[in-house]
C-alpha cells in the first residue's frame, strides 16, 4: 500500500545533540511537509517543500531545517534540541494541484524526547 | 487563513449520531472546508471535504449551509473506536499546495 513512513517512531537525545527525523513515502506526491504536535496541542506548521522548493513558517525557529535529497525523502535536522523541542513531528504529503483543494497524507509521527 | 471554533470535547454514546459543529466566519469564496480526525500517538486522517450542501462518504456526511460559516460534521451511529480529535478545517490551495491551520479541534469520547 503507498504510504508515509516515518522512521523512527521515537527517538531520544540529548539536550543540545543534533537528531535527524526522516520521512519516505510511496505516494509519488511533490509537496512534502512537516509538522510539530505538542502535547493535548494542534499540529502546527514547520516548513514544507513544493518539489525541491522550500518554503519556511515565519515562525518556525533557525534550529529547525530540513532537506529534501529526492521525491521520496524528506528529513528534519534539529540542530540542537531544547527541553521545548519534545513534541511529536509529523510528516505529510499531498499531490501538486492547482485547482479546488487537496488531501494530505500524514505519516505515525516520530515522538522525539530531549534529555 | 480562516479561523475556526469548535467545540473542545463532546461526549457520546455508542451507537448513537454524533454532529460536530464548526463556525468559520470568515470564509473565503475559494475556501474549502476539511475535516480530519487524529487518534491518540498518530497522525491525522482525512474524513471529509466539501465547498457547500451536503457531502456523504462511508465514515461521515458533512453538511454546509448556504452561508457557508458553518458546517456540520454528522457521525452516524459512532462505536469507541471513533473516540478521538476531530479537526475542522479551511482553506484553498496556494500555488499548488494546501496550508493547513489546525485549530484547537474537538476531542469526542464515546463510552460504552
Known amino acids: 500500500d503507498a504510504m508515509v513512513i516515518q522512521n523512527p517512531r521515537y527517538q531520544v537525545t540529548q539536550f543540545g545533540k543534533p537528531v535527524t527525523l526522516s520521512c519516505s513515502q510511496t505516494?509519488?506526491?511533490?509537496?512534502m511537509y512537516w509538522y510539530q504536535q505538542k502535547s493535548s496541542q494542534a499540529p502546527k506548521l514547520l516548513f514544507h517543500?513544493?518539489?525541491?522548493?522550500?518554503?519556511n513558517e515565519a515562525d518556525t525557529p533557525d534550529n529547525f531545517q530540513s532537506r529534501r535529497p529526492n521525491t521520496s525523502f524528506c528529513f528534519l535536522d534539529i540542530r540542537s534540541p531544547g527541553l521545548g523541542d519534545a513534541a511529536m513531528y509529523l510528516c505529510?504529503?499531498?499531490?501538486?494541484?492547482?485547482?479546488?483543494?487537496?488531501?494530505?497524507?500524514f505519516g505515525p509521527g516520530t515522538r522525539l524526547t530531549v534529555l | 487563513l480562516a479561523k475556526t471554533t469548535q467545540p473542545i470535547s463532546m461526549d457520546s454514546y455508542e451507537g448513537q449520531e454524533v454532529n460536530i459543529t464548526c463556525s468559520h466566519n470568515?470564509?473565503?469564496?475559494?475556501?474549502?472546508i476539511t475535516w480530519y480526525q487524529q487518534f491518540p500517538s498518530q497522525g491525522p486522517r482525512f474524513i471529509i471535504q466539501?465547498?457547500?450542501t451536503k457531502v456523504t462518504n462511508e465514515v461521515a456526511s458533512l453538511f454546509i449551509p448556504a452561508d457557508r460559516k458553518s458546517s456540520t460534521l454528522s457521525l452516524p451511529r459512532v462505536s469507541l473506536s471513533d473516540t478521538a480529535v476531530y479537526y475542522c478545517?479551511?482553506?484553498?490551495?496556494?500555488?499548488?499546495?494546501?496550508?493547513?491551520?489546525f485549530g484547537t479541534g474537538t476531542r469526542l469520547l464515546v463510552s460504552p
Open positions: 505529510a504529503t499531498s499531490r501538486d494541484q492547482r485547482e479546488g483543494t487537496d488531501t494530505q497524507y
Open positions: 470568515n470564509i473565503a469564496t475559494n475556501d474549502y
Open positions: 466539501g465547498y457547500k
Open positions: 505516494l509519488n506526491h511533490n509537496v
Open positions: 517543500y513544493y518539489d525541491k522548493d522550500f518554503n
Open positions: 478545517l479551511v482553506g484553498g490551495l496556494n500555488t499548488g499546495f494546501q496550508k493547513l491551520v
